[in-house]
């Protein structure tokens, strides 16, 4: 089976890798959780990526697209593969 990867944005800067898996495991099986970090200071970014399997992907989207998480709405979406150009807006994630 295959596996999608999911953009979670707008994540509290204290969330955890194992609060965002408790989440999205109310929707699937949980293969992988990256939060993302500042590379100079190890804080966190706030967003991260999330990969299940199809299925229980686009259950996810469904249910936690602007859902509150930790006081926050969270923004959830198929992530996008990365573009070369290396500009700010060439990452993984959503919305530019």
């Not at 955890?16 to 993302?36: I, K, M, P």
């Not at 190890?42 to 469904?62: H, P, T, Y």
């Amino acid at each position: 089976m295959s596996n999608k990867r999911l953009y979670v944005g707008n994540l509290p800067f204290d969330a955890t890798t194992e609060d965002v898996r408790t989440a999205f495991e109310a929707y699937g099986t949980v293969h992988d959780v990256s939060l993302v970090t500042d590379r100079d200071t190890g804080r966190a970014r706030g967003f991260g990526f999330v990969e299940m399997d199809l299925q229980s992907a686009s259950a996810a989207i469904e249910g936690l697209n602007n859902k509150d998480f930790g006081g926050r709405d969270l923004n959830v979406n198929e992530a996008r593969e990365r573009t070369s150009g290396g500009g700010r807006n060439s990452r993984y994630g959503g919305d530019s």
